[in-house]
């Protein structure tokens, strides 16, 4: 009998970006004034992986 095999299927691993996470994105806290106050936040792109998402090394 002959068994059938199972195509495995392997996914891919990418190095995800530590910082962002893999979505290429990171939260920036925006600031004001003098006093610096928080007046939101803002997403910017992640320094670490240039918004790719993906760890570069
Ligand atoms: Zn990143």
């Not at 002959?2 to 994105?25: D, F, H, I, Q, S």
């Amino acid at each position: 009998m002959a068994t059938r095999k199972r195509p495995v299927r392997k996914v891919p691993e990418l190095p995800k970006c530590g910082p962002c996470n893999g979505t290429g994105e990171v939260p920036r806290a925006v600031r004001v004034g003098r006093k610096h106050r928080l007046v939101g936040q803002q997403s910017g792109i992640c320094l670490s992986c240039l918004g790719t998402g993906e760890a570069t090394d």
